[in-house]
């Protein structure tokens, strides 16, 4: 897992450590000490802790201007043992929220396991976007079958054309409408 970098290549459009607006700002990385870990492998030293022993991310790139953000995701997503999504929502969408992002494209592909515990920060979410949405691109197909059968579903956008879409190919602004006009497709149907 140490080799799985966060993707690299939209680092000269927009970096969470030098966004004053990030819940990252300031940020220290090394690109040497590997002190992070998921049970017993160690992950990129690239990769934001966000509270949890087995979920990681990285703000790819965040818009205000549009109001969206691009978050990719690492680790084990685990509600039921350790609430990875209250950590999620409280210390990192809740700030981007009250800074006008309203719009988030996560990307869940290093995402290996899914257990899920009660829907209420997921309700929570998805309520706080008002006129916004939540995405979630190319998680693996179990992952997903695990957010179906806990109806997080209902609050996540996944599935279908998200999961055809090569997002590396894009640039941030390009990814968001493509996913915007997915979703508005969604919605209207």
């Known amino acids: 897992m140490h080799n799985i970098e966060p993707h690299y290549s939209w680092r ?19 690109e040497f000490e590997f002190t ?14 966000i509270g949890s022993a087995t979920l990681y991310i990285k703000i790819l790139f965040s818009s205000y201007n549009s109001g969206f953000a691009i978050i990719e995701m690492l680790g084990e997503w685990n509600d039921c043992l350790y609430n990875d ?3 999620l ?3 990192i969408i809740e700030p981007m929220i009250s800074e006008g992002i309203n719009k988030f ?3 869940g592909e290093n995402v290996l396991n899914y257990h899920s515990s009660e829907d209420d920060y997921y309700q929570e979410w998805f309520e706080e976007v ?45 990814l968001f409408e493509r996913i915007n006009d997915l979703i508005l497709k969604r919605i209207s149907a």
């Open 36 to 49: 992070q870990a998921i049970y017993d492998h160690y992950i990129h030293p690239q990769w934001d802790e």
């Open 89 to 91: 929502k409280r210390n």
């Open 130 to 174: 008002e006129d916004g949405w939540i995405a979630g691109i190319n998680f693996r197909e179990h992952v997903m079958h695990e957010f179906c059968k806990a109806n997080i579903d209902y609050y996540i956008g996944f599935g279908g054309h998200l999961d055809t879409i090569d997002w590396r190919a894009n640039s941030p602004q390009q």
């Open 85 to 87: 999504i209250m950590y």
């Open 105 to 107: 494209i996560l990307i």
């Open 12 to 30: 000269h459009l927009y970096d969470a450590s030098e966004d004053e607006r990030s819940p990252f700002y300031n940020r220290q990385y090394s």
